[in-house]
Every structure is written in structure tokens, then in C-alpha cells.
């Protein structure tokens, strides 16, 4: 019989994270562990309050399953048997899930991504660096405080009513520079962000790799009329959370933003990202705010993304795990 604890996990930011639906200072995230048979494994929690998760209500759900008998799960195939007949939160069924799967890895001697049969990263992986929403001219300092200047690509966090001088700063600030532009749902339909958008693109030295949910999910038919006229791929993110059409989605979008704390595990999220390429739509690995527990897990399948944005370990202040290494925006595991 396997034991299994969950731990919470309080993570002090190093400025305050704002995007368009809420703003904090620190994160409360959830490590949950599994034992047996001499080997062991860890998972992350990052609760989310975009799909109504709390640390409390994850906490009292793991208390559920222990009691509905998880810890006589043997197997993979148990365990997801056992985890779709109780729908916990997406995030804790990620924590789970892969606190089992890094057991089993550690069991049979593999690495994780060979165990789950995907190819290891050629080399360090490239991530995105994030710009939190706030005044236009604090951006500057922010950017030499956090030295931004070292990574390939940055991603923008706007909401409707900064998004215009907020990115003509980071553009005057980074010309040439790659821009992810994340609205997190901000516009209300095509003709505001159409609005907002006529500006942003005239400004000199604009290079956006892509546009992250600019609209909410619920305005597909928004979506379908804007495909291919903004001039840059249209990314998925909260339009695909464990599930999703993925054939409309192709409609929509030009790309999807995967992330393994709301596909739920780590099954889920390699199926998410096999239907998006097969529905031939480009593929980002993303992230919460995170340790580097979880951004571990996900370097672990980061070879099937086109795009990786997996900075959340280091917008925390005391990262605890010290599993990933960053240099020169470049992720890599702290063992190699």
C-alpha cells in the first residue's frame, strides 16, 4: 500500500504578480508525496482561481480520496481508474498523477519523459520571461532589476485599458525582441481588442511571436471572424483546459498553450498536445506560478512544444526545490 501526505507549500513573490483578472504578493501551492517499496515521488499543486480552485478546497479533496482509499492504488491504469471516478480539482489531479508517475520512473531506473515515452530536450530549453501588468514607466526598472534583457523571448501581461502604452514601452525598451502579448481573457469582444490592436501594431520595432486569449473562451464565433487578420498567430489558453474540440479549436486559433496543472496530469496533457498537432496547430508548454518542482515536470515533456514559457519558479522570492537551472533565459535540470 502506497502512503501518500500533501504538504502546503507558502511562496513569497518578488513583486507583485498582476494580470488581467487579479493581482498577489504571494502564492500558496500544495506538495504532495508518495511513498512505497523504498522509492518515492513529488508532485505540485498550484491552485488556480480562474477554474475556482483554492488551497483549502484542494486540501479537503486530497482528505476525500485518502479516505475513498488512494493509497490502494497500485498502478498507473488504478490511479486514473481511481482519479476519474473522484474529479478532484485539475491541479491536485496533476499533483497526483505525477508524484505516482516520477515513483515509477524512479522505480524502473528511467528518466521521466522516457518512461512516459517522449523524447528528452535536445539541450537546454528556451523559456519566455514574464512583464507583470503595471505603470508604463516602471517597466524600465522593472526590466533592469530582473536583467529581462538575457532572455530570447518576452511574454507581456495587459489588460484592456494599459495594453496600448504598457506594450509601446516594452517595445521601446526591446526593439526586435519577441513578444508573447497575454490578454488572459481581458477584451470583451473583436471589435475592443480590434481596437486596441490598429495601435499596438503600428508601434516601431513590433515583433509579436504570438497573441496568448485575448477574448474570453466564450467567444468563439469572435475568435473564428479574427483568425489570420491581427497579423500574428492567436494562441489558446483558457479556451483548452483538460478537454476541448479540438477541431473548433482549429477554427479559432492558430495554437494552444498546454499547461499540466489544467490538463491534470501528465496523460491528459501529452494527449492535448498530440490532438493539437494533429489538428496542425502549434504547441506551448506553459505554466502557473510555480517552484521548480513543476517546471521540472514539464521540462520533462517540453521536446513536444514548439513554444515554452516556464518562468514561474523564478518569479518566486525563496524558490525551495532548486530543480531547474536558468542561464541566460536557457532551463535546464540542476542535476546535469
Same mark, same amino acid.
Given at each position: 500500500? !502506497?502512503?501518500?501526505?500533501?504538504?502546503?507549500?507558502?511562496?513569497?513573490?518578488?513583486?507583485?504578480?498582476?494580470?488581467?483578472?487579479?493581482?498577489?504578493?504571494?502564492?500558496?501551492?500544495?506538495?504532495?508525496?508518495?511513498?512505497?517499496?523504498?522509492?518515492?515521488?513529488?508532485?505540485? /499543486?498550484?491552485?488556480?482561481?480562474?477554474?475556482?480552485?483554492?488551497?483549502?478546497?484542494?486540501? @479537503?479533496?486530497?482528505?476525500?480520496?485518502?479516505?475513498? %482509499?488512494?493509497?490502494?492504488?497500485?498502478? !498507473?491504469?488504478?490511479?486514473?481508474?481511481?482519479?476519474?471516478?473522484?474529479?478532484?480539482?485539475?491541479?491536485?489531479?496533476?499533483?497526483?498523477?505525477?508524484?505516482?508517475?516520477?515513483?515509477?520512473?524512479?522505480?524502473?531506473?528511467?528518466?521521466? #519523459?522516457?518512461?512516459?515515452?517522449?523524447?528528452?530536450?535536445?539541450?537546454?530549453? *528556451?523559456?519566455?520571461?514574464?512583464?507583470?501588468?503595471?505603470? =508604463?514607466?516602471?517597466?524600465? @526598472?522593472?526590466?533592469?532589476?530582473?536583467? &529581462? %534583457?538575457?532572455? =530570447?523571448? &518576452?511574454?507581456?501581461?495587459?489588460?484592456?485599458?494599459? /495594453?496600448?502604452?504598457?506594450?509601446?514601452?516594452?517595445?521601446?525598451?526591446? *526593439?526586435?525582441?519577441?513578444?508573447?502579448?497575454?490578454?488572459?481573457?481581458?477584451?470583451?469582444?473583436?471589435?475592443?481588442?480590434?481596437?486596441?490592436?490598429?495601435?499596438?501594431?503600428?508601434? *516601431?520595432?513590433?515583433?509579436?511571436?504570438?497573441?496568448?486569449?485575448? &477574448?474570453?473562451?466564450?467567444?468563439?464565433?469572435?475568435?473564428?471572424?479574427?483568425?489570420?487578420?491581427?497579423?500574428? *498567430?492567436?494562441?489558446?489558453?483558457?479556451?483548452?483546459?483538460?478537454?476541448?474540440?479540438?477541431?473548433?479549436?482549429?477554427?479559432?486559433?492558430? %495554437?494552444?498553450?498546454?499547461?499540466?496543472?489544467?490538463?491534470?496530469?501528465? &496523460?491528459?496533457?501529452?494527449?492535448?498536445?498530440?490532438?493539437?498537432?494533429?489538428? #496542425?496547430?502549434?504547441?506551448?508548454? #506553459?505554466?502557473?506560478?510555480?517552484?521548480?518542482?513543476?517546471?521540472?515536470?514539464?521540462?520533462?515533456?517540453?521536446?513536444?512544444?514548439?513554444?515554452?514559457?516556464?518562468?514561474?519558479?523564478?518569479?518566486?522570492?525563496?524558490?525551495?526545490? #532548486?530543480?531547474?537551472?536558468?542561464?541566460?533565459?536557457?532551463?535546464?535540470?540542476?542535476?546535469?
Amino acid at each position: 500500500m !502506497l502512503t501518500w501526505t500533501l504538504t502546503p507549500l507558502h511562496l513569497p513573490l518578488r513583486y507583485t504578480w498582476k494580470i488581467s483578472r487579479n493581482a498577489s504578493t504571494f502564492k500558496t501551492n500544495l506538495l504532495v508525496q508518495v511513498a512505497g517499496g523504498g522509492y518515492q515521488g513529488r508532485g505540485e /499543486a498550484a491552485p488556480n482561481v480562474r477554474y475556482g480552485e483554492t488551497p483549502d478546497d484542494l486540501t @479537503a479533496q486530497f482528505e476525500q480520496l485518502q479516505a475513498a %482509499g488512494l493509497g490502494q492504488c497500485e498502478t !498507473l491504469e488504478d490511479l486514473t481508474a481511481f482519479l476519474t471516478r473522484y474529479q478532484p480539482a485539475h491541479a491536485l489531479r496533476f499533483a497526483l498523477e505525477s508524484a505516482f508517475v516520477h515513483r515509477a520512473a524512479a522505480r524502473s531506473g528511467q528518466r521521466v #519523459g522516457e518512461w512516459l515515452g517522449v523524447l528528452a530536450p535536445a539541450g537546454p530549453v *528556451p523559456t519566455a520571461a514574464s512583464i507583470p501588468i503595471m505603470a =508604463p514607466d516602471e517597466v524600465a @526598472a522593472f526590466a533592469q532589476q530582473q536583467q &529581462l %534583457g538575457r532572455f =530570447p523571448l &518576452l511574454k507581456i501581461k495587459v489588460n484592456r485599458e494599459g /495594453a496600448v502604452e504598457l506594450l509601446r514601452e516594452v517595445t521601446r525598451l526591446f *526593439p526586435g525582441r519577441p513578444l508573447i502579448i497575454d490578454g488572459n481573457e481581458a477584451w470583451t469582444n473583436a471589435d475592443s481588442l480590434c481596437q486596441s490592436w490598429e495601435q499596438i501594431r503600428q508601434f *516601431p520595432g513590433l515583433n509579436v511571436r504570438l497573441l496568448e486569449q485575448p &477574448l474570453p473562451a466564450s467567444c468563439c464565433a469572435d475568435y473564428r471572424s479574427l483568425k489570420g487578420t491581427l497579423g500574428c *498567430p492567436v494562441f489558446a489558453d483558457e479556451s483548452v483546459t483538460d478537454e476541448a474540440d479540438f477541431a473548433d479549436i482549429a477554427r479559432q486559433f492558430d %495554437g494552444v498553450n498546454m499547461k499540466l496543472m489544467k490538463a491534470g496530469g501528465y &496523460l491528459n496533457g501529452l494527449r492535448i498536445l498530440r490532438e493539437t498537432r494533429v489538428h #496542425g496547430l502549434q504547441t506551448m508548454l #506553459g505554466c502557473m506560478v510555480e517552484t521548480s518542482l513543476g517546471i521540472w515536470s514539464a521540462l520533462q515533456i517540453s521536446s513536444l512544444a514548439d513554444v515554452c514559457d516556464l518562468d514561474g519558479f523564478l518569479i518566486l522570492r525563496d524558490e525551495p526545490f #532548486g530543480l531547474v537551472r536558468e542561464q541566460e533565459g536557457m532551463l535546464r535540470n540542476a542535476e546535469e
